[in-house]
């Protein structure tokens, strides 16, 4: 697994100049590299002979990053759709790579649920009109990949959560929140992070099956994502 253990220096490198950038505030430097980081992951992936589909997810978070830093509500809305299909492209590999659920997965899918649910009810007051549904809809998505995250692998697994954390952060901002010093720093810090232990950890997990570890995907129809929007369903019923 020795292949595994750290990105293409491309992809580091880029997310350190753009980390880097956006702690000294150079905005063009910051706005440049953005769109490439996700590609550079992507090609990191297919390199390690990775599935097509977990680059597919990776283009369409660099689709995403780039429609948010063009600003507007419309090009909000699209950079979450683009988002949204990567997720649908993640919650597909983890049914295709994941373990299967059981108990602890049920009891992590109620935990999700509510915290869904908690957290939108918070910010819901302080977000535009406009866009309270389309977050609202979207965090669910992205908290079932989070569940599902864990199927797979650890480090999958905390990669959904920082994705979680990351998107939280932008969702608080949109809402008029108090925010950190440097803010979009630590968006960008949580997002590179989740992505790219996402992307390592379904490529661990598709290697394991490739290699008959015997870690097959469990049934699709018993798996986590379901006990979780079973779970939310009910966290929103009076």
């Not at 680059?55 to 689709?63: D, N």
């Not at 997965?105 to 389309?134: D, F, I, K, Q």
């Not at 797979?152 to 809402?175: C, E, V, W, Y």
Request: one cysteine or more; charged letters at 15%.
């Amino acid at each position: 697994m020795r292949a595994f253990r750290r990105p293409r220096p491309a992809f580091a490198a880029a997310a350190g100049v753009h980390l880097g950038a956006l702690l000294t505030g150079s905005q063009p430097v910051a706005r440049a590299t953005k769109p490439v980081l996700m590609p550079l992951l992507a090609e990191y992936v297919l390199h390690r002979g990775g599935p097509r589909l977990l680059a597919l997810a990776l283009l369409f978070g660099c689709a995403g990053d780039a429609l948010l830093q063009t600003g507007g509500d419309l090009a909000f809305l699209l950079g979450m759709g683009s988002f949204a299909a990567g997720h649908a492209c993640y919650l597909a590999l983890f049914a295709r790579h994941g373990g299967p659920g059981g108990a602890r997965a049920r009891r992590l899918a109620a935990g999700y649920a509510t915290a869904w649910a908690g957290t939108v009810a918070l910010l819901w007051p302080g977000l535009p009109a406009e866009l309270r549904l389309p977050v609202a809809l979207y965090s669910l998505l992205l908290t079932a990949t989070a569940l599902g995250a864990v199927r797979t692998r650890p480090r999958a697994a905390l990669g959904g959560a920082l994705f979680l954390l990351s998107d939280t952060l932008i969702a608080s901002g949109l809402a008029g929140w108090p925010q950190p010093p440097a803010p979009q720093f630590w968006i960008m810090l949580t997002y590179l992070g989740a992505q790219y232990l996402l992307a390592d950890g379904v490529l661990r997990a598709a290697a394991d099956n490739t290699e008959g570890t015997g870690r097959r995907p469990g049934p699709l129809r018993t798996s986590a994502v379901r006990h979780f929007f079973t779970a939310a369903r009910a966290s929103t019923m009076p």
